[in-house]
């Protein structure tokens, strides 16, 4: 069937106090957007599709590595923390303990970061 005759048929159902030229000049447009619609690229769209659950999978990938790295970066934090105190505790009893020894030379140690 041709969209024409379609659009004539309709018109001949339509009611008599119905603007016939306001629906035809309406269901011409309506036929114009639907013609510039076409051809509709199936291919791509399937291909639309799985990127689309590829996306989805690649964003939960995406929180899960944030996660971890935040992690991570803490962890180590907490390991730094922890390494420098334990090397200033065992400094300031290595340099409590051989004190006498240092004086004689005239030698104190401090550590670098103070």
């Known amino acids: 069937m041709r969209p024409a005759s379609v659009v004539d048929r309709l018109i ?3 009611p ?3 603007e016939a030229e306001r629906w035809k ?3 011409e447009g309506l036929e114009q957007k639907i013609r510039r619609l076409e051809p509709v690229n199936w291919p791509q769209f399937r291909n639309m ?3 689309s659950q590829r996306k989805v999978y690649l964003d939960a990938q ?4 944030s996660t971890a790295l935040e ?11 922890e390494t ?3 090397f200033k505790d ?5 340099n409590a303990g051989d004190r006498s020894s240092f004086r004689a030379r005239s030698v104190e140690v401090r550590p670098i970061w103070n």
Not at 90 to 94: C, I, N, P, W, Y
Request: hydrophobic letters at 30%; proline letters at 0%.
């Open 12 to 14: 001949s159902e339509l």
């Open 16 to 18: 008599e106090d119905i």
């Open 25 to 27: 000049s309406e269901l």
């Open 49 to 51: 599709k799985s990127n």
């Open 62 to 65: 995406l929180t899960d590595l």
């Open 71 to 81: 992690t991570l970066e803490g962890a180590i934090r907490k390991i730094d923390r």
């Open 84 to 86: 420098r105190q334990r």
């Open 90 to 94: 065992t400094f300031d009893r290595v």
